[in-house]
Structures are given as C-alpha cells and as structure tokens.
C-alpha cells in the first residue's frame, strides 16, 4: 500500500472517444513507484484546453507531486530516473529484435519438422526467415523504402526502379529459399541483391566514411548504416552460395 507521503495528482485526458495512453502509462508509473495517485480524468475537450491555459502546458498528461508540476510522461520517467528515447537518435534495437525473433522462428520450425533445432537447416531457414521479414518491413512502404534506399545503394542510384524491385526479390529469394524450391531462380536473385548491396554499404559507410540511416528495415528506421547491414547482405550471399554449392558436395 502506497504510503501518505507519497501521494501525486495527475491530470490527464479521457475523453469519449479517446483515452490518452501516455496518461495511463503515467498513472502505471507512479503506482508502480508507491504513489497514491489522485486522478484527475479531463474529460471533455473545454476541460483540455482550460487546463493547458491555466497551467501554460502544451501536453496532458501532468503531473504534480507536493505541490509542484513535474511534467509530461517523458518528464515523470526523467523524475524516477529512467531513460527517454531521443526520437531521432539511431538505434540497433529494431535489427536486434527481428533477428533474434527470424531466429527463434527458424530453430521452432526445425524442432517442428525435425524433432531438434540443432540442424544445418535452422540456419537456412534464419537466413530465408530474416529475407522475408526484412522484405515485408520494406514492402509496408516501397516509396519510402526506395527513397532512403537511393542515399547509398549503387544500382538504384544508376537505375532507379531498382529501388521499388528491391523488396519484391528479396520476398520472393526468401521464400523459395524456405521452401528449397527453384534455387535456379532464388540464388541468382539473392547473389545479386546481397553482392550489390554489400558493395554499395562497404562503399558509403568504410570508403566514403557517409553517415546514413539503412533502409534494411523500411524507410522509417532510424537504425545506422553500417556493421549490421553489410552483415545482412553477406548472410544473403552466403546462403546462396550455400544452395549453389551444397549439391556439388563442396559442403
């Protein structure tokens, strides 16, 4: 139970046709926290916007502990000491949580089929799994995609509709690559893309020392081009020489 001393008035919007998740997400913290929290639903818009003015606020939710304002959700996890994501700043987050989901996927699907994940197969199916997302992040906006795809990558640079092809051929190598079907088709395609793209990050991020955003996770990423997208492209090439070679027996 929280303690007499520990008490906190929020002020936040309820209105009928919508509830404010960062002032739920304040009142969460603050309990969380041993606050008693007296809140203060603004429940029409009038109700807002006389309280912005008479407080000199932009935002709701606010927050008040012994009397004084501490601010917004951004300001009350500032007051418990947490961390605030700077909205621009690049991050590695977005790659780390796909990859590590493609990769829980491919060892399920191998235990599923194969009855153990430790098969050379989960690491194919990782490679095809992470294509086809990695795809489908790119194709929620192609014209967004292309647009910050054409800052770096060479190919698009000089032929432009390779940019809007990009994400239809890396969909289409990643699922003929889970099925083991048409390699013929699917090893070229990832050859291409992969060797091109590899090229074209080695070339902006380790010769010409440009800082980018990388288009690997759709256009609205903010993650940097660099390790982590040459990494991808040499996984693609890898797994088609994989599928190119494996039948010779050279693996």
Same mark, same amino acid.
């Given at each position: 139970? +929280? ?5 906190? !008035? ?5 209105? /009928? ?6 002032g ?6 603050? &309990? ?9 639903p ?7 916007? +006389? =309280? *912005?003015?008479?407080q ?7 927050? $008040?502990?012994?009397? &004084? ?10 007051? @418990?000491? *947490? ?10 987050? /977005?790659v ?13 699907? !191998?235990?599923?089929? &194969?009855?153990?994940? $430790?098969t050379?197969?989960?690491?194919e199916? =990782? ?10 992040? *790119? ?5 967004? @995609? ?6 770096y ?12 092809v990009?994400? =239809? ?7 003929? %690559?889970?099925?083991g079907?048409?390699p ?6 990832? #050859? ?18 440009? !800082? #980018? ?13 660099? $390790? ?18 494996r039948? %010779?027996?050279? @693996?």
């Open positions: 139970m +929280a303690s007499n001393a520990k008490r906190a !008035t929020l002020y936040r919007m309820v209105l /009928p046709g919508h509830v404010c998740p960062f739920l997400k304040s009142k969460w913290l603050l &309990e969380r926290h041993g606050y008693a929290v007296d809140d203060r603004l429940t029409t818009r009038d109700q807002v916007d +006389a =309280f *912005k003015a008479e000199g606020v932009a935002t709701t939710p606010q927050t $008040f502990i012994a009397g &004084e304002r501490v601010g917004g959700h951004d300001d009350l996890r500032r007051f @418990f000491g *947490k961390s605030v994501a700077d909205k621009g700043a690049t991050s590695y987050k /977005p780390i949580a796909l990859f590590a989901m493609t990769a829980c996927m491919a060892l399920a699907a !191998t235990v599923a089929v &194969e009855g153990t994940p $430790f050379g197969r989960a690491a199916w =990782f490679v095809s799994f992470s294509m086809c997302v990695l795809a489908l992040l *790119k194709l929620q906006d192609v014209e967004r @995609f292309s647009s910050m795809f054409l800052n990558d060479l190919l698009a640079r000089r032929w432009v509709p390779y940019g809007y990009y994400p =239809f051929a890396e969909g289409l190598a990643g699922v003929l %690559m889970t099925a079907v048409l013929w088709l699917s090893v070229p395609v990832a #050859l291409i893309i992969g060797g091109i793209g590899a090229v074209s990050v080695f070339q902006a991020v380790y010769i010409d020392q440009r !800082t #980018l955003k990388c288009a690997c996770v759709g256009g609205s990423s903010n993650v940097p081009l660099g $390790f982590v997208s040459l990494t991808e492209n040499l996984f693609m090439v890898g797994m088609a020489l994989w599928m190119l070679l039948p %010779m027996g050279v @693996f």
